[in-house]
């Protein structure tokens, strides 16, 4: 059996993996973003920019996730199960969604296309739970 301390440790850990996943995951979103924006522009046709404007938003927005859900676990709104179950969801979609569309975009492989939905489902799961877990904390305390 773990002690009280060895769990509040496994917690601290938890917490810092996936905040410096998400820190990572943002400065990634940037370099890429820019990369896009100065290295692509020129060689890419318009519909292929706005499918990397897309990837980069999305990337964007669903690694500020990342560092958000470790928050609530610290303030003990969620589990470390319920909470590791968002990062990864948010994590899957990042490489899935996001990732085929830099790869689309890039290569011009619309085969990728057909994942893409599998990516942006990832998300949709990754919040509905969040959204559930947070109103359901909140109703129970009413």
């Not at 980069?56 to 669903?62: D, G, M, S, T």
């Not at 303030?75 to 569309?101: P, R």
């Not at 890039?106 to 877990?133: D, E, H, N, R």
Request: net charge positive; charged share 10%; with cysteine.
């Amino acid at each position: 059996m773990r002690s009280a301390r060895s769990n509040h440790f496994q917690l601290q850990l938890l917490l810092m993996a996936w905040s410096g996943v998400g820190a990572i995951l943002l400065a990634l979103a940037v370099a890429l973003g820019a990369f896009g924006a100065h290295a692509l522009r020129a060689r890419l046709d318009a519909y292929s920019i706005g499918v990397y404007e897309r990837a980069v938003f999305y990337h964007f927005i669903h690694a500020l996730g990342l560092l958000i859900v470790p928050l609530f676990l610290r303030a003990d709104v969620l589990s470390e199960s319920v909470a590791a179950l968002i990062c990864w969801l948010l994590f899957g979609g990042i490489v899935i969604f996001c990732g085929s569309l830099y790869i689309l975009a890039v290569s011009g492989a619309k085969a990728l296309g057909a994942i893409t939905p599998i990516g942006g489902l990832l998300f949709i799961v990754a919040w509905f739970v969040l959204g559930f877990m947070l109103l359901r904390r909140y109703f129970i305390l009413q």
